[in-house]
């Protein structure tokens, strides 16, 4: 049983570039939520994805964007990139929306780093 | 909005001695809790999570934790910690029937001495 998987592991971008990371949820699940997790914090919600619609949002900027394809795989943009944006992102994925008390399950991470 | 405080940045412990990570926690309704692992350069695993019914929780590995509503905690136990159980510890919340997305404390560093 294939759990969730993130590419690339590692990014080293410089500053105004932009970034696309790429999340494949675990089998059977269809909703796919990124999180983003600077040195010595927890993870903070970035938005989450369903029927390839984004449902929800934290408190982020709109260089920060997404997408969900049919398969239910998801990919996280990030535009005009700030020294700020350097951290792990992470990539959870659960069912039927989420709506459910189900357990949402992490990805390894792709640890960005803004030069 | 939901928020989860884990007061204590490190819990040094001895290998075979209780282990005990505090978690307390707000929300505007009923809570969903979770507890997650982080190791070194790994993503978050699912340690156990509170939904309703038995306050005490049973979850991977031999660790468990305490839903006390009263007190509005949730804490991390293990009676017998191992080397192998140095790790980050994450307390995250969810309200029931608001939103869906994951508040997370910041963490906790646990440290098992040999």
């Known amino acids: 049983d294939a759990g969730v998987t993130q590419s690339p592991t590692h990014l080293i971008k410089t500053r105004g570039q932009q970034v696309t990371l790429r999340c494949s949820p675990k089998?059977?699940?269809?909703?796919v939520s990124w999180y983003q997790q600077a040195l010595g914090q927890g993870p903070q919600f970035i938005f989450q994805y369903y029927e390839e619609e984004e449902r929800q949002r934290g408190n982020f900027p709109d260089r920060f964007s997404g997408h969900q394809f049919p398969n239910y795989s998801s990919e996280l943009n990030v535009n005009a990139l700030l020294l700020g944006d350097s951290a792990l992102y992470l990539c959870?994925?659960?069912?039927?929306?989420?709506?459910?008390?189900?357990?949402?399950?992490f990805g390894p991470g792709t640890r960005l780093t803004v030069l | 909005a939901q928020s989860v405080a884990q007061p204590e940045d490190q819990v040094n412990v001895a290998e075979g001695n209780p282990l005990t990570v505090k978690c307390t926690y707000s929300v505007s309704g009923n809570p969903y809790l979770f507890w997650y692992v982080q190791y070194p350069n790994r993503g978050l695993q699912f340690l156990l999570k509170y939904i309703t019914g038995d306050n005490l929780v049973k979850g991977s590995y031999g660790f468990e934790a305490e839903f006390n509503k009263s007190q509005t905690s949730f804490h991390l136990k293990k009676p017998s910690a191992l080397v192998s159980d140095s790790a980050l510890y994450f307390c995250?919340?969810?309200?029931?029937?608001?939103?869906?997305?994951?508040?997370f404390g910041k963490g906790n560093q646990v440290v098992v001495i040999p």
């Open positions: 959870a994925s659960t069912q039927g929306g989420g709506r459910a008390p189900d357990t949402q399950y």
């Open positions: 995250a919340v969810r309200e029931v029937y608001g939103n869906n997305r994951l508040a």
């Open positions: 089998s059977g699940h269809d909703t």
